[in-house]
Every structure is written in C-alpha cells, then in structure tokens.
C-alpha cells in the first residue's frame, strides 16, 4: 500500500515487534502516529530473554523498529519471557502482571512515562486488529514451552480445524482450540464465523465494522463490546478496490472493436494502485449515513476518468512505464492510447448518469456538477505545469505547486472522492461539502510532494514509473523550485539549461546532474519536511472541521487514510 520497507530477517521476540509495527504502519498508520507523537524523540531499547533485541525510534511521524541497535538509547527495557507471556492477556491485574526480576526499566522518569504511554497506546488501540492478532498467535506457537494449556502446534493446524470450529492463520480464519492465552481465546471466540479475511459485502455497506477501542477521543477496554469485528485500513482498501474495479469491468462493454479499443480500457485499470479514491469516496458515504453500495459507481466512474487522465499524461509527459510495466502509447501507439484514455472518459460520463435510476435526480445532479468541476481543476491544474514546461519557467514559491498539484491531482485524487461521497449518501449543501476541502487540500499536496520524492529516491518498483521519470520529463516539483531558489548563479544557469531541454533531448546524466544538485542544496531533505509539516496540518484540520461527523468504523477509515500521509515512510 505504500513505500514501507519490509522488515530485516530478525529472530525471536525481537522479530514479533518488528512485525507488530511492520504491519500497523501498513494497516492502521493513525495507531502509528499517534504512538510516534507520544514517543518522539526518544529512542528506546528492548532486550527480551530469548537473548534478542530491538529499537524502537521515532522519525517524523513515523515509528521504526529495528532489530539492529544504534546506541545512545533514551530508555532501556529488559523483558524475560515470563513478562512476554503476560503482555498481552489483559484479564490480570497490574499487580499480578510481573514477576520478580522479570522486568528491567531504565531511564529518565518523563521519557520512562513517554513509553509507557506508548505501548499502553500501541495495546488498546492495536489489539482488535486481526493481523496483529495473528502476528501475536504465530509468536505464542513457536514458543509453545512458555504457555499454559495445550497449544496447536503448526502440525496440528495443518492437520484441519477443531472441534471448536475455526482458527486465525495467515491464510483465513478457523476457530482455535481454548490456547491458555485468554486475551486471543476471548478475541477468537467472538470473532464472526466466516472463511474469508476480507469482510463480505453485508447490509449494503463495504466497509467492515471495527471494534471502536478507539473512538478518536478515548479509548476502550476490548472486553467491553461484544458483537464487534475488526477491519483495517489496508483489507479495507483491497475490499474497495476490488469491488470498484468489478464494477467497472461490468461498465465497458463487451463487444467489438475489443482489441483496439474495450480491450484496451481495461489495461490501466487493472493494474495495481493503492485503491484511495474509491476507499475514500465509499467511507465517506458510509461516514454520512449512506450505504456503501451506493457509491460503488461514483467511485468507478471517477477510477474511470482518472485512468483516462494519466493515459493522456504518459502521451503529454513522454513517460515509458506506468505501474511497472509500458505505457499505452508505448504498447500500442500514441493513435489507440488517445481515442482509448477518450473512450474512459465518455464512459465514466455514462456511469455518473447511471446513478439516476438507483439515487434519484437529485444526488445525480449533484454528482454531475461535482464531477464537472473536478475535471475542470484537473485540466487547469495540467494547463499551468505544461505551461511551465514549455515556457522554460520554474516558479519561484511553494504557494505556486501548492496551487498547481491541488487543481492537477489534489481534487480528483482527494477531495472530490469525498465530496462525491457525501452526495451519495444524500448530502449536496455546499457548506457542508466544503469541510472536506482544506484537510485534503493540504493531505492531497503532501501525498504529491511524497510521490515526487519517490520518484528521485525510491525503489521503482515501488514507485512504478521510470527512475528520474519526473526530472526527465521537466516536472515542476517543490523539490526542482527549492533548488532554483537556493543554487547559487553559476550552478542556477548550468540547471536551466537541462530544465530547457526537451524530453527527447535529456539523458541520464542530465536527470542525475539535477538529482546531485538537489541533494547538494538539500532540496529533498526541505521537501520531506515540509509534505510532513503538510500532513500534520491536514490531519490537524480533518480532526477540526470533520468533527461533526460521528465517530463510527467508517470516521475511522477516513483518519487512517489521513494520517497514512503522516507515517508514510520516504
């Protein structure tokens, strides 16, 4: 889902943390912040008595573990494996929690504080999470000396499920044998009975119900709810995906010319993305009261039109790879990738119209103008960098990419999924549909200078265009406009001169004496840190100006999504 790293080969308890703050980063990056903010600044040090050991640290907002230490710890912490195995089963009492000599603390007492706020933070937030869960499940298992009971060994799951029904495995859900771990016999026991780790498509809503230990304000003890499932955001945004991408499958049609033309609607959007405009666009109307099914062809059509939109980029940009593999122009010619990207905009017109039947005019209409302006942004916002380009200019303040990126891709990519979801569930006051402009305005633009980063930075294969794509192709990034505004005259002159090039005229070595030079003025460091300070003001405002909305699951999608901007690691 995004450019997290997995985590290095680590042994024993030390690989149980790693993994633990692997997956929530993944899958619940509000959990992650929030533990960032309580811990920043403070590196701490854990030794568990099989003999392993782990940090902890914070960058930004992000929370890393490693099983390598730095040094210099800020707090260090000594657990044996009796302590391990009392962790995580809630239902003891503090005092009846530690052993003598089982537990080791040292440190400062404020940043002491720090962490134990962290990891009581990290425990009544994460613990409804089944992935973690899990994680937690397969540690016990391999260690099954330390346990009461009689525990499953590997062997004993292969051999099928228990008498009891169903247990948690990597692969699914099947009901465990009581494990002599009350917290996960409890969970396990109460756990909807279903085969598939992916909730199903119920009471027309797509977005599975979470278990609300954490309401956005407070937070619960687990024992307290009794009919709740758990869901996050990384299977939520598959769920959506998955079901976005089905339907938009039933929308192109099914018959000649299929190899020069529905064929060929179909490449770009089953390659993989992320699945964060149809999360967002279904979540919010569930948020406002709609049913989830209700915004399935919102979301399509606006997957549809922004398909459409980056096949007429790649042509426009020049660009050889979108989502690892070759362009449609590069594939097929610039003639069918043209009346292709033409023909994912017609049809997502259709299926904006075709809300009429099931919604009503009147949520139709509303739809129709929220498209249109979308796409009025979107094309201006194309207008003012391809200008830029052609005129040889870099603009010279943050305020100009700010202005550009949120007309080119801020609201197609996150402000108006949402808006479009309000009016699926029924709300068109303008009023209320503009709460969501400002939070995910700045989220929009700091997801964007994210994105730029990667481009220069990270893996490609994460990243799934060309390396050095956007320095090839002259893109104004807030990364190019630092550099412009901070290099010296002499280094300015021999930059503007690469930037003048056209695309068919820069090499390599041009894209990488650019990419030098912003490391050389510390133009990428200066982007990380403002997309950061960026996302904490979204995060800041969603909280703000969203508070209206109750706190259900849905509410809860929608932070996550707000703060995976904030943890996502660059």
């Not at 890393?64 to 707090?75: D, F, M, Q, R, T």
């Not at 945004?237 to 339907?247: I, P, S, Y």
């Amino acid at each position: 889902m995004n450019s997290l790293a997995a985590p290095v080969a680590t042994e024993g308890t030390a690989r149980l943390l790693v993994e633990t703050v692997y997956e929530l980063s993944r899958r619940a990056p509000a959990i992650i912040a929030a533990a960032a903010r309580e811990m920043a600044g403070i590196r701490l040090c854990l030794h568990f008595g099989d003999g392993t050991h782990a940090e902890l640290r914070t960058e930004n907002s992000c929370l890393i573990a490693s099983g390598e230490l730095s040094g210099n710890p800020h707090v260090e912490c000594y657990f044996d494996d009796r302590a391990m195995r009392l962790l995580f089963d809630l239902e003891r009492r503090p005092v009846d929690q530690l052993f003598e000599g089982s537990l080791d603390v040292r440190g400062e007492r404020s940043t002491v504080l720090a962490v134990w706020r962290t990891f009581q933070l990290l425990a009544q937030r994460a613990s409804g999470l089944r992935s973690i869960q899990i994680l937690w499940r397969e540690y016990r298992d391999r260690t099954p000396e330390y346990w009461d009971g009689k525990p499953e060994t590997a062997a004993g799951a292969a051999a099928g499920a228990s008498a009891n029904g169903l247990r948690l495995t990597r692969n699914g859900l099947q009901r465990p044998s009581d494990t002599g771990w009350a917290a996960l016999d409890y969970l396990d026991h109460r756990h909807p009975e279903q085969t598939d780790r992916l909730p199903a498509l119920v009471g027309g809503t797509l977005i599975a119900k979470s278990r609300l230990l954490w309401d956005g304000r407070k937070s619960a003890q687990w024992w307290k709810f009794d009919a709740a499932s758990d869901s996050d955001l990384m299977e939520t945004m598959l769920l959506c995906k998955a079901r976005v991408r089905d339907e938009i499958a039933a929308i192109i049609p099914q018959r000649e010319p299929k190899a020069d033309l529905y064929d060929l609607m179909h490449v770009y959007p089953q390659r993989e993305g992320k699945g964060l405009r149809p999360t967002l666009t279904i979540a919010t109307c569930c948020a406002l009261g709609g049913r989830g099914e209700d915004a399935v062809r919102a979301a399509a059509a606006i997957e549809l039109f922004h398909n459409g939109f980056l096949v007429h980029d790649d042509i426009a940009d020049g660009s050889t790879h979108r989502r690892n593999e070759a362009t449609l122009h590069r594939a097929h010619g610039i003639g069918l990738a043209v009346n292709t990207g033409d023909a994912l905009n017609l049809m997502a017109v259709d299926a904006v119209l075709s809300n009429l039947p099931t919604l009503g005019l009147g949520r139709t209409l509303g739809l129709i103008h929220e498209i249109m302006h979308m796409c009025r942004e979107t094309v201006e916002g194309q207008a003012i960098e391809l200008g830029w380009i052609r005129n040889g200019t870099v603009p010279r303040r943050d305020e100009d990419y700010f202005h550009m990126s949120t007309k080119k891709t801020g609201w197609y990519t996150c402000i108006s999924p949402c808006r479009l979801g309000a009016v699926c569930a029924g709300e068109t006051n303008p009023e209320i549909l503009d709460r969501f402009n400002e939070a995910f305005r700045l989220i929009g633009i700091a997801f964007q200078i994210q994105d730029d980063v990667l481009n220069l930075v990270g893996e490609a294969a994460l990243y799934g265009k060309e390396p050095l794509g956007d320095l090839l192709e002259g893109k104004r990034t807030v990364m190019l406009i630092h550099l412009f505004r901070d290099a010296d005259p002499i280094s300015r002159g021999r930059l503007d001169e690469i930037c003048r090039l056209p695309r068919t005229d820069k090499t390599q070595e041009d894209a990488e004496e650019l990419l030098d030079a912003m490391r050389q003025f510390g133009s990428i460091d200066y982007a990380i840190a403002l997309s950061n300070h960026l996302a904490h003001e979204g995060v800041r405002r969603f909280e703000e100006d969203l508070a209206f909305i109750p706190e259900t699951e849905s509410k809860g999608v929608l932070r996550q999504i707000a703060n995976y901007v904030t943890t996502r690691q660059l």
